[in-house]
């Protein structure tokens, strides 16, 4: 970690270092209040905006990304060396993984025939985890086709209407 700091120009300060190691240690998806929690387990003399700062550096280094949801939450995930995918619960806001491999050669065949040069994927799957779905009455029977959802209360958040 040094040696990348370094290398990129930059000083690894102590708290740099620990900022830099607890993002590592923390998996993936973490906010700045989650992992500016866990910083201060280890040395609590360390400001929020210092880990804000690191973040940020942390992304322009290329070891992570923002990821935004919509939900006014910024997380940073690890980039990962295969690109994967993301299942979001629009009701606990948990965010799982998946693995992007069987998709990458419908994606690329997308891409080309628009003739487009694709450099990187997101893909972001919004509904229920098997938890909430149970009990919201939410069943497998309803796969989306593109109708919007049937038996869901809440209104979709759509792809377009981010407003950040
Ligand atoms: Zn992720
Ligand atoms: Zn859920």
Redesign the pocket.
Known sequence: MKELLRTKGYKATPQRELIFECFLAAGRHITVDELYQKVRLKDSSVGHSTVWRNLKLICKLGLAEEVNLGDGLTRYDRITPEPHGHLY?L??K?LVEFDMAKLLPALNETAQGSRFQPVGFKIEIQG??D??GERLGVTGENSYNGSGTKNVGKKERGKNDDLS
């Open positions: 619960c009701e606990c948990k229920y985890c938890s909430c």
